[in-house]
C-alpha cells in the first residue's frame, strides 16, 4: 500500500488525466446526471484534506523567515493581482460560459497552499520563506476568498458570502486541527522520525480524495462537454492564458524588486500556482458540475505547467535574476 500511495504522489498529473478521461468515458454511456455526488465530495474533501494538513507542520512558522518584503509581494499576487488576471479571463475568453468563467474566478481567489513548499524544495528555492507564505495564505483563504469570489464571480453564480466562508473555514480548520492533534500524537507515541517517514504517504492519501472528485464530477457533466468539444478548449486556453500572465508579472516584479532567484521563484512560483484541493472541495460541494469539470482539469495543466517552469525556464530565469549562489 505504502509503495502505491508514494506511486500516486509522484505521478498525480497521469493519474488525474486517467481518471479524467475514464469519467468521461463512462459518464457518456452510463447517465450520471441525476446522481447527488455531494455526499461523496463531503467524504472526498476530509480524504483530500486532513492527511495534506497532518503533514503541514505549522508550528515551524514561528522559526522561519521573516522576509517581509517577499512574504507580503507574494500573497498580494497570489490574492491580488492573480484575482484580477482570472477576472479579465473571466470576461473575455470564458463569458460565453458562466460556470467555466466562474472556475476561472475560484482559480484565482483561492491560491496555492502546502504544494507552494513542494515546489519551492524542487526549484531550490527559499523553503522557510514558502512555508511562512503557505500556512499565511491558508488562514486568510476564510477570510478574503468568498469576497473575491462575490466581487469577481457574483455576476456569473448566485451565492452567499457567508456561507461560503463558514464552508471555507469548517474545510480548512476542521482537518487542520485533527491534523495537528494526530501529528502530536504519533511524534509522543513513535518519534518524531517515524512521523517523518509517514509523512511521505499523507500527499498519495490525498490524493485519492482527489481522483475521487475528480471522476464523479466529470462523469456527472460527460455528456454536456463531449456534446460541446469547445469547452475543452477553452479550459485549456484560459488556464494557460492565466499561467502566462502570471509568470510574466511575477518575473518582472522580481527584477524590479531586486529579488535573487531563490526568493523570486517564490513569488513566480506563489503567483501562478493555485490550490487544487481547497478549490475541488469548495466547488464540489456549493456550485455547478462544470464548474468543478473545469476545475478538475486544472491539475493536469498546472502540474505540467509549473514542471516546465522549474526545469525549462528555470535556468533562464536564474539567469535574469541573479543568485545569492553567485
Same mark, same amino acid.
Given at each position: 500500500m505504502r509503495k502505491f500511495l508514494m506511486h500516486i504522489k509522484q505521478r498525480l498529473y497521469l493519474y488525474v488525466l486517467i481518471d479524467f478521461l475514464l469519467a468521461l468515458l463512462i459518464g457518456y454511456f452510463v447517465d450520471f446526471r441525476r446522481m447527488n455526488i455531494r455526499p461523496i465530495s463531503v467524504l472526498a474533501v476530509f480524504i483530500m484534506l486532513y492527511p495534506m494538513l497532518t503533514g503541514m507542520v505549522i508550528e515551524k512558522v514561528k522559526k522561519a523567515g521573516r522576509n517581509f518584503k517577499l512574504i507580503f509581494t507574494t500573497l498580494f499576487f497570489a490574492y491580488i493581482v492573480a484575482s484580477l488576471t482570472a477576472f479579465v479571463i473571466s470576461r473575455t475568453i470564458l463569458k460565453s460560459f458562466p460556470d467555466i468563467a466562474f472556475a476561472m474566478v475560484m482559480v484565482g481567489a483561492i491560491p496555492c497552499s502546502?504544494?507552494?513548499?513542494?515546489?519551492?524544495?524542487? %526549484?531550490? %528555492?527559499? !523553503?522557510?520563506?514558502?512555508?511562512?507564505?503557505?500556512?499565511?495564505?491558508l488562514i486568510l483563504i476564510p477570510i478574503l476568498s468568498p469576497i473575491i469570489l462575490k466581487i469577481s464571480g457574483g455576476v456569473f !453564480?448566485?451565492?452567499?458570502?457567508?456561507?461560503? %466562508? !463558514?464552508?471555507?473555514?469548517?474545510y480548512i480548520a476542521i482537518p487542520l486541527i485533527l491534523g495537528m492533534l494526530t501529528r502530536h500524537w504519533i511524534i509522543k507515541k513513535k518519534g518524531m522520525a517515524y512521523f517523518m517517514e509517514i509523512k511521505k504517504v499523507f500527499p498519495g492519501i490525498s490524493a485519492i480524495g482527489i481522483l475521487i472528485i475528480v471522476f464523479f464530477s466529470v462523469a456527472k457533466?460527460?455528456?454536456? !462537454?463531449?456534446?460541446?468539444?469547445?469547452?475543452?478548449?477553452?479550459?485549456?486556453?484560459?488556464?494557460? %492564458?492565466?499561467?502566462l500572465i502570471q509568470t510574466t508579472l511575477a518575473v518582472l516584479t522580481a527584477k524590479l524588486l531586486k529579488l535573487p532567484y531563490e526568493e523570486g521563484m517564490i513569488l513566480i512560483l506563489g503567483a501562478t500556482a493555485s490550490s487544487q484541493a481547497i478549490s475541488l472541495s469548495v466547488a464540489a460541494t456549493m456550485f455547478s458540475p462544470l464548474t468543478v469539470f473545469a476545475l478538475s482539469f486544472k491539475p493536469i495543466i498546472q502540474v505540467a505547467y509549473i514542471m516546465v517552469l522549474i526545469y525549462g525556464l528555470g535556468p533562464a530565469i536564474r539567469r535574469f535574476l541573479g543568485s545569492v549562489q553567485d
Open positions: 502546502n504544494m507552494l513548499i513542494g515546489w519551492s524544495g524542487i %526549484a531550490d %528555492a527559499s !523553503v522557510e520563506d514558502a512555508l511562512v507564505i503557505a500556512v499565511v495564505g !453564480v448566485s451565492f452567499s458570502v457567508k456561507l461560503l %466562508a !463558514v464552508l471555507l473555514l469548517s457533466v460527460s455528456r454536456f !462537454v463531449i456534446g460541446k468539444p469547445i469547452v475543452f478548449g477553452l479550459v485549456l486556453l484560459g488556464l494557460v %492564458a492565466y499561467y
